[in-house]
């Protein structure tokens, strides 16, 4: 029986989870998560979310497909077979089993998640990191003339555009053009770009979302 090497924060590297469903990764049906898991035991990627509390966490997604109509299942056979497989793998980590089965149109998701160590120093400078480019950026921005910027939290930087016209499609086509180097530099837009250069050192890239007259900036690794 093969034994998980003893890692700090987890049992088991990146690796020999997905030695141990192989068959689900190579079927395409396999995917895995890193990120973290507060104490409301909420899971989510953005590094800039996590408090002194916050623990690491693996989430596993294992999508079989074609076994269910609605939420009566046809299949049953391959449902016990990744369960079977869940609970061996539970059981040679020495965890408890701890995993959630929902059915999405035809196809049966289960989801379960392996929880570590608290998020360590290293975690939380990235943070500090994160939180501090983001209030810069409401700075620049503001400095370009948009008038409703804010800095919902840590890592979550929200403009409010005007409703007329394409103010927010424009801020996007610029965010867009300095993160390429193609903004024309001049020095209107010099805070932008050495702003895109100081995330680039940092190790870190944004993410845009939002809606109609909205822009939402967000960082992650």
Known sequence: MKKFSLL???????????????????AKQFTLTTGFINSEMRFSTDIGSISKNTK?????????EDIAKGKSMDDIEKLHKII???RAFYLRSGEQPNYVI???????????????DIADTTHMKIKETIKSLQSELVTILKGRGYKRVSQKSDNWVEVLTPKKGNADMILLDILRRANQDILTVNAHNQPLIDWIGKIRQSGLQFTTSGGDNQVVIKLKQ
């Open 8 to 26: 700090e924060g987890f049992k088991y590297s990146d690796d020999e989870i997905e030695d141990f469903f192989i068959e689900y990764i190579d």
């Open 102 to 116: 929902e059915t999405r149109w035809d196809d049966v998701e289960i989801n379960f998640y392996i929880i570590g």
């Open 84 to 86: 079977t497989t869940i």
């Open 56 to 64: 690491q966490c693996k989430h596993i997604k294992i999508v079989i």
